[in-house]
């Protein structure tokens, strides 16, 4: 990781983050998704799926052996100790992952974004230089995270519920977009972004 200018973004539910993202990509930037690379590390017959349905059951999997997302997250929201048993077990293998991708694809690149949900709360950030956080008014998160995720308002409410709190997120950015408006609108910001990103680390060397 040295040498290497990584650009966090995170988000809560519904804010945009890969809108974001897709915009960067339009300037050749590589993206690594955590949330992708989450996914990956409990793919079927993977080791932490194995040792995630030995703790809970086999209740925890689909038919087709893939983990059931809704079980696991009723789970973790509910009790306590087990969010901490699972992220125990998740939180290293996914940074690991997020390490090794950063060092393949992005040596080259003279900055590199890194996309999570959970890049403040966990020691995700320390892989950054800056810090970008995607912000909408709650409101507004509620009402795009319901119609993207056919979720209800109570679903919705409840994951944000857990998640970190907008002024707390916000004052530890570097950069904080506010997604509010069209998606012209968002391009033009990712472009100005984009040219301040390029200047702030050419001056760094």
Known sequence: MKGLNVVGITGGIGCGKTAVTNLFMQYGITIVDADIIAREV???NSPALNAISDHYG??????????DRTKLRQIIFNQPTQKQWLEALLHPLIRERIVRQLEKNCANNLYAVLCSPLLLETDQKDLTK??????LAIETQIVRAMKRDNNSRQQIESIIAHQMDRDQRANMADIVINNEGSLPALS???????????KHFEKLG
Do not use: F
């Open 42 to 44: 409990v793919g079927v």
């Open 58 to 67: 086999r209740s925890i999997l689909r038919p087709n052996k893939s983990l």
């Open 130 to 135: 800056l810090i970008i956080v995607v912000d």
């Open 188 to 198: 033009r910001e990712i472009a100005r972004i984009h040219l301040k990103l390029i």
